[in-house]
């Protein structure tokens, strides 16, 4: 007899800053989704793929689903609200410590119209005392009527072997949609530019992460070596970030080279050169065709 194998997509959805890419990571088993204590970290779709002998699960995690202000907010919350209507299940996200918040609500209201199970996911157990969890999830309840409530820890990997066995029990008998070996449907240099990206939300306060965007002007393999050349420019809005970006004698823009090599050189498995080199674009979060140059397309959404 057969062994039935099964097969669907599920998306991520929450507030900023509530573990969605820590989740993926941790399930994935190796770094797609940069991660940072910063909020609306997460500005494309992200598909992490799960497989194992009885399932194949695409994960897709979405920014973050906020009050958007400007347009690259708008298109932010576009690509997470659109992730809604193309897949088999949703797990709504929240941060445990945090508890119920105004934001929650903006989301719940766009979850009302999806007609897809929709998971509670408490993320964070870790940090909360466990007689904290039950009022909370009778206030979530009050709001939505969900498929199931699944208390977890992403970073610590608490109960989540048993939320993908909950999600496994709901696909549908289907096919694989990828290899097993892949990981992510993004290419590598996508991922490229998102680990220098998350080095200067590490390393940069206040307006400065958001102002950035990172391009990858050039991938080569160096002649009679098997070391990578990666040429990246780090895009910013004014000439004082830029300033900021470079640091005194460059040391600021060393230090997010040394981060994001690390990183970049586990990923592609080999030695890689990377220069990095800083650009001003005025105002591009509100430019659709520096949007769409920098990676965010209208068409995605």
């Given at each position: 007899?057969?062994?039935?194998?099964?097969?669907?997509?599920?998306?991520?959805?929450?507030?900023?800053?509530?573990?969605?890419?820590?989740?993926?990571?941790?399930?994935?088993?190796?770094?797609?989704?940069?991660?940072?204590?910063?909020?609306?970290?997460?500005?494309?779709?992200?598909?992490?793929?799960?497989?194992?002998?009885?399932?194949?699960?695409?994960?897709?995690?979405?920014?973050?689903?906020?009050?958007?202000?400007?347009?690259?907010?708008?298109?932010?919350?576009?690509?997470?609200?659109?992730?809604?209507?193309?897949?088999?299940?949703?797990?709504?996200?929240?941060?445990?410590?945090?508890?119920?918040?105004?934001?929650?609500?903006?989301?719940?209201?766009?979850?009302?119209?999806?007609?897809?199970?929709?998971?509670?996911v408490l993320n964070k157990i870790?940090?909360?005392?466990?007689?904290?969890?039950?009022?909370?999830?009778?206030?979530?309840?009050?709001?939505?009527?969900?498929?199931?409530?699944?208390?977890?820890?992403?970073?610590?990997?608490?109960?989540?072997?048993?939320?993908?066995?909950?999600?496994?029990?709901?696909?549908?008998?289907?096919?694989?949609?990828?290899?097993?070996?892949?990981?992510?449907?993004?290419?590598?240099?996508?991922?490229?530019?998102?680990?220098?990206?998350?080095?200067?939300?590490?390393?940069?306060?206040?307006?400065?992460?958001?102002?950035?965007?990172?391009?990858?002007?050039?991938?080569?393999?160096?002649?009679?070596?098997?070391?990578?050349?990666?040429?990246?420019?780090?895009?910013?809005?004014?000439?004082?970030?830029?300033?900021?970006?470079?640091?005194?004698?460059?040391?600021?823009?060393?230090?997010?080279?040394?981060?994001?090599?690390?990183?970049?050189?586990?990923?592609?498995?080999?030695?890689?050169?990377?220069?990095?080199?800083?650009?001003?674009?005025?105002?591009?979060?509100?430019?659709?065709?520096?949007?769409s140059d920098f990676g965010y397309?209208?068409?995605?959404?």
């Amino acid at each position: 007899m057969t062994e039935i194998f099964k097969s669907g997509f599920v998306a991520i959805v929450g507030r900023p800053n509530v573990g969605k890419s820590t989740f993926m990571n941790r399930v994935i088993g190796e770094k797609i989704a940069i991660m940072s204590d910063k909020p609306q970290t997460t500005r494309n779709k992200i598909q992490g793929v799960f497989t194992d002998k009885e399932a194949q699960i695409i994960f897709i995690d979405t920014p973050g689903i906020h009050k958007p202000k400007h347009k690259l907010g708008d298109y932010m919350v576009h690509v997470a609200e659109n992730s809604l209507n193309e897949v088999d299940a949703v797990m709504f996200m929240v941060n445990a410590e945090e508890g119920y918040g105004r934001g929650d609500q903006f989301i719940l209201d766009r979850l009302q119209k999806v007609s897809q199970p929709v998971f509670l996911v408490l993320n964070k157990i870790d940090r909360v005392h466990p007689d904290q969890l039950l009022p909370l999830i009778d206030q979530y309840r009050e709001k939505l009527s969900f498929e199931e409530v699944v208390p977890i820890s992403a970073l610590e990997g608490n109960n989540v072997s048993h939320l993908l066995e909950v999600l496994k029990g709901l696909l549908p008998e289907g096919p694989q949609f990828y290899p097993e070996d892949q990981l992510t449907d993004h290419p590598e240099r996508f991922i490229v530019s998102e680990f220098i990206r998350e080095k200067v939300l590490h390393l940069t306060r206040e307006e400065i992460p958001h102002s950035i965007a990172v391009v990858i002007e050039n991938i080569e393999q160096r002649e009679n070596s098997n070391a990578v050349l990666i040429q990246a420019a780090i895009i910013v809005e004014r000439q004082s970030q830029k300033g900021i970006i470079i640091g005194k004698q460059g040391s600021m823009l060393k230090e997010i080279g040394k981060r994001a090599r690390k990183d970049i050189e586990a990923l592609l498995g080999s030695n890689v050169y990377l220069e990095l080199w800083v650009k001003v674009q005025k105002d591009w979060r509100n430019r659709q065709v520096q949007l769409s140059d920098f990676g965010y397309r209208e068409e995605d959404y």
